[in-house]
């Protein structure tokens, strides 16, 4: 029986462009196609293998713009930079213990240090190439949350420069109480974007994305786990760790689990892309197999983390292989 997936209207859209050679910025089909990369602390792992089977295909090329969240934000700077293959890097043993260091919970300092990988790890061990991502033909959207709203923001217009992009990745992820104090930019606080957008397909379709490819690290069979309500834990975590911040972000807070199960229903029904759909935009979700193992946000076992890439990487591909690779 073929999946209905095979027949989704953004697959087509794909394929139209890849046959007349279409290029980033010289459309003319009226369509605006994008990708949006999940995150989720380590799990963004699975997003990320994803993201370099999308490069590897010869597929890139395709889609208008990049849309990240956390560490899907981390992801989409990888692949829209002259090293895609650092997606790898989520794999990596040192990569994990850069970014998680749970020993600092007894110094007072954060679990995770977002700032160490982004200005240290990526600028001087593991360097990423951050003006080839300013100056790439497809549009580049990190997502993060406004400390004094609790609203997403999208930080496409403050990429001016290598340092502006730096901190752009780095306040799209900073976790509240996991990974130090909001990041500032400009006259904004800013945390980590899964807090009011962790699955960033609404902000392409307010930009106006007639189709979204979303690259999901979560497996559907976690949407059940997903609490409507938040528990207590979050409840005490709120009121002890915001208690400084505004009402408007702890409530974004304590209100993320809700959203991420209606997100959870709406993109069920958009890969189903069914008649009464047909009107609206194409949104085609790319999640792991339920049989794949659970990877948790601060995740650090490599060999886990590998499996975790590689499962990603077959389930993009499987969904595109027959999409054809751009004809220059």
Known sequence: MEDVTSRHRILAVLARRA????????RNDGHRVALAIEGGGMRGT???????????????PLFDAVYGASAGAI???WLLSTRPEGLRGWTDPVFARA???RGNVLRARPVVDVRGLIETVYVREFPLDFASVLAAP???HPLATDV?????VDLHAALTDERALRLALRASAALPLLAGPPVAIGDRLLYDAGVAESIPFRQALRDGATHVLVLRSRRSIDRAAVRTSPSLG??????????RHTPALRTAFLSRDARLAADDRLLAEHDLDGPSLSGGPAVLSIRPPDASPAISRLES????LHTAFEVGHAAAAAVLKNVPARRD
């Open 19 to 26: 046959a007349g050679a279409s290029r980033p910025g010289d």
């Open 46 to 60: 699975v997003s990320a293998g994803m993201a370099l089977a999308i490069q590897q295909l010869g597929l890139l």
């Open 75 to 77: 992801s989409g700077a």
């Open 99 to 101: 970014l998680i260091r």
């Open 138 to 140: 497809i549009e580049f």
């Open 148 to 152: 004094l709203t609790g609203e997403s």
């Open 234 to 243: 979050a409840r005490l975590l709120t009121g002890v760790g915001l208690r």
């Open 301 to 304: 076992d490599a060999a886990l």
